[in-house]
């Protein structure tokens, strides 16, 4: 009898150990690779090497408790929580101007609560990617319908505006808008509309750059008369800088040229773990959003291969589970997480080879970040959870 | 999609629901196979995915065929029709919700599914996303290939050009009191980094308008050197500028909103070498050059122990271009303090200018007091030297400043003739160490004692002089042409007679003259620890080649020649008890906090002279300052033994006269040895000791007092005087309205302050008192009000007031032989 019971556990609590393993595996890569590259700065800055870790590892060891408490709940019983999840996401948004908000290298994008901060946008991705499987599912073949199709986007609108506008985080609702157009474009049966859609917005994105070099250009003929000086904005600075980082070699492009330098210096194998020269106060934020050239300088284009293989297995994953998925909600869920990460990891390379113009997109379950790396476990723990319903609608 | 599948389709998930119901009845049969068709199953759905879509739906309806089967297997006869009902569905559910072990079973709430449809968009997505990441991947290898090398050349330029030097502190020199004769500062070197400023336009006002507030730089010049040099990273514009110097700078540009657009200003840091005391012991002590190079005396002999070593900022590339990682702080040199004192170096240099400007030009026009004075202050029981200074001197925080000697034109002249560091080197040079002198009659202590202690003369023996005596054909005159008459060994030496020393010569011998000569290290270099001790082994006779004559002279100093250190160090060996102590200034080597690193104790070479000779010896000096021709060397109210010298130098017979006096006090005691050498007095007639012996006798005055070695002969009206001009003793007033301790701490200050012309109210270093220079008397420093030294609460007087009344006391009570 006693074996007979334990049989029956197995085969009833299923996991998913090859997406477990992976993402295992990502967090402990992640974590020497962070200690690697932060351990100079934060011996400089806080006398302590292990600082930056010290925190990670801890935001770390959370994330899998709440991952593995997460993969055990059946994934419905977050449904009942979509609308309140999105208000909430909405309200901690707004909560970053009140005297709780906490200011961070001149953005104001953290929430302080005690001794822990935390960073409503990240929230706000979970949020999204929950919202949104519900009221796909609720509209049902709604969806397919123009007016379902806008009526699905625009759920996300409101959200990504606030954290543009609040939190003045534009990377970060992008990534929100982006796994809103990609779970309704797996939703969704049409491709016309998407394509209209990323031509839209590739035509957009060329004519801002346009006008920002005619401007650039313009101004810096001013500034050449010696007229006056006008700010172009950050953002348009990137812009400029993404463009031709070597001119603007002292400022803007400093960054993106540093982690250029990092990745070109890599050659195959690289410098050695550890032995990174560009993290030594060349590169800012080596631990944060520009983690992959410090990878890329020590382990070379093997290991920046390497990894990019391992979230292209992760995605894999994430697509044999929703393509099993006992439901639509579930497989909508695994999406939205595939989405999220897939956006996240696509941009931070994108930003690191200087594909796109600079700006702070962290490398899922790698770089520095707490929040981060608590709320993607969590959305693993969810994409377990969904992963264990295939199993037995799948047992002959 | 056709028919066929949809069928499909619906038939496997009517086959899921009806399953799970018989799961509960056939479980144990049909465990072993579920779990290896759920292997199978599952491997097939990865292999369907990664595969893509083309294949995909004939693939589905395979697998759901083959679970079809394995589902008729295990579950055997049940018919698959009989579950095609609606009603199985609900019975489902219904078991579910009585808590059947199958949680996760069958969607519930909205029921929708995740079609195929949707699956073709997922399978899409992921080959979008296979794409980007393919994309990625070639831009990354592009990277590495394009650029590689020209990115791995700007990473380790980078490395270098920021790995910086920190330069190391190098030590102090400090006197025996601690007081600081030669420091080093940290000093800023303002850089200009044009490329960071030219980055932007919005900087370059600012900075520039700042430079120009700050440091007044021409805004013009700045601008010109921007322009002209757009990419330049390094143009020092300033240097040494100091802490106090730059902080407004600093301050401004900390400054949110003035601060925000001055870019591109940095400072260099360095370390500048300070001599507080401008020209004092310039000699001994030497400066340094740039990288501190020690240059001459002390900064030379020690540089190595000054210096420290340099730190790096970051770590520094490795043969393999490799990092090391230890950021090495930087180790400041050690500090060197010495026997000197700056008192007694202070008061000795009073007394050499006072000589040098009132015989300046007096014969030779245009010509300083003398070629060269030079004065050698020692304990006699260590060796170490308290003073030691030259003339003339030069400003240590200018050394290549010589316009005080030179005009302009002679300057102009001497550059054109390529002689201006020769002149420079000859200003340089310490005439203590660095000259050789025949020695004259100074030279006659060693002599006799020589004598004394081989056991050749008694000390009893008497001596004809008639003024000249006849050696070997060659007719040697004494300084007195008409003879001293009959003398004694003790009156030979008072009356420094050269005929009585030749005749003691004959007694010697020039073996044992020379071995005696040798011994006391004439010929040898003393190893005083300052650079560039000049070698004079082959500036004395060879002891084989000596002739008669040669020995003669060589009795009286004349025909061998000496430095002044080499003398000094001998005469001390004579008086001290026969012991030959290597010259030494250092004392003591202190790490950079100013713990002890090293103890530098005096060191005894041998014994030249027996206890008994050196004790008659003593005896002899003494008379010769008491009866001899050493009388005027002799301060008020002391006891003092000493010699005196004239010495002819080469060419002869042109009148030029190398006039000396080397003495020490107190005579039965020796403390102090002082050593006057004055190269030819620019007067009309130069052979007179008494140059040197005036020197000595103020140097004697002021220092002995300062020593705390107390008076022992009374003093005459006359003498009482010339004291309270120095302000040694106080005025009559001054004495009734207080004894004692004023004076102790007042003379010597007042000296410094006449020296240095203070006007106001002065810091006495030695006791911490705040003194007033014009009566010498302490005052409060809160209130600027004399203190009642007995009730006195403003801090420690060094003196008590019995010691004044002893050196009062004996000083009248004792022996008025002078």
């Known amino acids: 009898m006693a074996v007979r019971r334990k049989n029956r556990k197995q085969q009833e609590y299923f996991f998913d150990y090859t997406l477990l393993f992976i993402v295992l595996f990502l967090l402990g890569f992640g974590l020497v690779m962070l200690y690697s590259t932060s351990s100079y700065e934060a011996a400089l800055d806080y006398g302590n090497s292990a600082y930056y870790l010290k925190k990670q590892l801890i935001s770390t060891a959370l994330g899998i408790v709440c991952m593995l408490i997460v993969s055990r709940i059946n994934y419905h019983f977050w449904e009942r929580f979509a609308v309140i999840g999105y208000i909430a996401a909405v309200v901690l948004i707004l909560m970053v101007l009140s005297p709780l908000g906490h200011e961070v290298k001149g953005a104001r994008r953290w929430l302080r609560l005690g001794p822990l901060s935390l960073q409503p946008a990240e929230i706000a991705k979970l949020a999204m990617i929950l919202f949104l499987a519900v009221l796909v599912c609720k509209m049902g073949k709604g969806i397919r319908t123009w007016k379902g199709f806008i009526l699905a986007v625009g759920a996300a609108a409101p959200i990504c505006l606030l954290i543009w506008k609040v939190t003045n985080n534009l990377s970060s609702a992008i990534i929100v808008a982006g796994i809103a157009v990609l779970m309704v474009f797996v939703a969704a049966p049409d491709y016309k509309r998407f394509v209209l859609m990323a031509v839209g917005v590739c035509a957009a994105a060329a004519l801002i750059v346009f006008i920002i070099v005619k401007n650039a250009e313009g101004q810096a003929e001013a500034a050449a008369d010696g007229g006056i000086q006008s700010d172009a904005g950050f953002r348009g600075d990137r812009i400029i800088a993404w463009l031709d980082p070597e001119k603007y070699a002292s400022d803007e492009g400093f960054q993106t040229l540093q982690a250029l330098y990092a990745i070109g210096s890599g050659n195959l194998f690289g410098k050695g773990l550890g032995r990174s020269m560009q993290k030594l106060g060349f590169l800012p934020e080596a631990q944060n959003d520009m983690i992959f050239s410090i990878i890329c300088e020590e382990l070379g284009l093997f290991g920046a291969l390497s990894i990019i293989l391992l979230f292209i297995l992760l995605i894999w994953r994430f697509m044999v589970i929703a393509n099993n998925a006992s439901d639509l909600f579930g497989a909508l869920l695994v999406v939205g997480v595939l989405g999220h990460i897939a956006i996240q990891v696509i941009l931070n390379i994108a930003v690191v080879t200087n594909t796109i113009p600079n700006t702070g997109i962290s490398l899922p379950f790698i770089s520095y970040g707490g929040t981060s790396v608590l709320f993607l476990l969590a959305e693993i723990g969810l994409v377990l959870s969904v992963s264990k319903g295939i199993r037995l609608n799948d047992v002959g | ?818």
Request: hydrophobic share 30%; net charge negative.
């Open chain 2, 1 to 818: 999609m056709s028919t066929e599948n949809r069928n499909h389709q619906r038939n496997r998930n009517y086959q899921r629901s009806s399953r799970n119901v018989e799961n509960r009845n056939y479980r144990n049969n049909s465990r072993s196979q579920e779990l290896r068709s759920l292997q199978r199953s599952s491997l097939q759905g990865e292999r369907r995915s990664a595969e893509g879509r083309t294949s995909q739906r004939n693939r589905r309806s395979a697998e759901g065929r083959t679970s079809q089967r394995n589902g008729r297997n295990a579950e055997s006869r049940i018919s698959q029709r009989n579950r095609r009902s609606l009603e199985n569905r609900e019975l489902l559910k219904r078991t579910k919700s009585q808590g059947a072990r199958v949680p996760e079973a069958a969607p519930k709430g909205t029921g929708a599914r995740f079609t195929i449809r949707m699956q073709k968009k997922l399978a899409v997505l992921f080959i979008v996303v296979l794409l980007a990441f393919l994309g990625l991947s070639m831009r990354l290898y592009a990277i590495n290939k394009e650029d590689s090398e020209n990115y791995k050349k700007q990473v380790l330029s980078q490395q270098e050009y920021s790995s910086k030097v920190l330069p190391y502190k190098r030590g102090d020199i400090l006197d025996a009191k601690g007081t600081r004769l030669a420091y080093s500062e940290k000093v800023y070197n303002l850089v200009v980094d044009a490329s960071v400023i030219n980055s932007k336009q919005i900087y370059v006002e600012p900075t520039v308008s700042a430079l120009n507030t700050c440091f007044g730089i021409d805004a013009n010049e700045i601008r010109n050197h921007l322009a002209q040099k757009p990419k330049d990273k390094y143009y020092v514009v300033k240097k040494q500028l100091t802490y106090e110097e730059i902080s407004p700078f600093l301050e401004l540009q900390k400054d949110e909103e003035k601060g925000k657009n001055i870019k591109g200003i940095w400072f260099e840091e360095e370390y500048k070498r300070n001599y507080p005391f401008g020209s004092l012991a310039c000699h001994t002590l030497g400066f340094t050059s740039k990288d501190n190079i020690g240059t001459n005396g002390l900064e030379a002999y020690y540089s190595d122990i000054l210096n420290g070593t340099n730190g790096r900022e970051y770590g520094y590339l490795n043969d393999d271009s490799e990092l090391e990682r230890t950021t090495k702080a930087a180790v400041d040199g050690k500090n060197v303090v010495t026997s000197l004192d700056a008192n007694i170096q202070r008061i000795v240099e009073k007394y050499i200018k006072q000589f040098n400007e009132q015989h300046q030009g007096e014969y030779r026009q245009g010509e300083l007091g003398s070629k060269h004075t030079g004065v050698i202050v020692m304990n006699p029981k260590t060796g170490n030297v308290l003073a030691m200074a030259a003339y003339p001197d030069y400003d240590l925080n200018n050394p290549r400043d010589i316009s005080a000697y030179y005009s302009q034109e002679e300057i102009a002249k001497m550059e054109e003739e390529d002689t201006y560091l020769d002149t420079l080197q000859g200003l340089w040079r310490n005439f203590c160490i660095q000259d050789a002198f025949e020695p004259g009659s100074t030279a006659k202590a060693m002599t006799i004692a020589a004598g004394l202690d081989a056991g050749k003369i008694k000390g009893n023996e008497y001596y004809d002089c008639n003024g000249q005596l006849e050696v070997s054909g060659h007719h040697i005159h004494c300084h007195r042409t008409n003879g001293h008459g009959n003398l004694s060994v003790s009156g030979a030496l008072e009356q420094s007679c050269n005929v009585a020393l030749m005749h003691m010569g004959d007694a010697i011998g020039t073996e044992t003259f020379m071995k005696y000569l040798t011994n006391f290290n004439v010929g040898l270099k003393t190893n005083i620890d300052l650079a560039g001790e000049a070698r004079t082994a082959n500036l004395i006779y060879d002891v084989d080649s000596m002739v008669r004559s040669d020995l003669a002279i060589s009795t009286f100093g004349q025909g061998y020649k000496v430095t002044m250190i080499q003398l000094a160090s001998a005469f001390c060996s004579i008086i001290n008890g026969g012991y030959y102590y290597e010259p030494h200034i250092a004392t003591e080597i202190q790490n950079p906090d100013g713990s002890t690193a090293e103890t530098i104790t005096p060191r005894v070479l041998k014994q030249v002279v027996s206890t008994e000779t050196s004790e008659k010896m003593r005896t002899y000096l003494n008379a010769v300052c008491i009866t001899g021709t050493g009388t005027t060397a002799v301060p008020a109210g002391y006891l003092i033994g000493g010699k005196t010298g004239t010495a002819e130098t080469y060419p002869r017979k042109q009148g030029q006269y190398v006039v000396s006096f080397i003495g020490y006090a107190p005579a039965d005691d020796p403390q102090v040895v002082v050593y006057v050498v004055v190269d030819r007095p620019n007067v009309e007639d130069q052979p007179h000791s008494t140059f040197a012996q005036e020197i000595a006798k103020g140097i004697f005055t002021e220092i002995l007092p300062y020593m705390n070695i107390f008076r022992t002969e009374k003093l005459t009206e006359e003498q009482e005087e010339e004291l309270r001009k120095l302000q040694i003793l106080e005025s009559v007033s001054e004495n009734s309205v207080e004894k004692g301790e004023g004076e102790e701490d007042g003379e010597d200050e007042t000296e410094q302050e006449k020296e240095e012309e203070k006007p106001n109210y002065t810091y006495d270093d030695r006791t911490g008192n705040i003194i007033d220079p014009s009566t010498g008397y302490q005052v409060d420093p809160n209130t600027m009000e004399y203190v009642d030294p007995l009730f006195s609460t403003i801090g420690d007087i060094s003196g008590t007031p019995s010691e004044n009344e002893q050196e009062e006391d004996t000083g009248e009570g004792g022996n008025p032989g002078q």
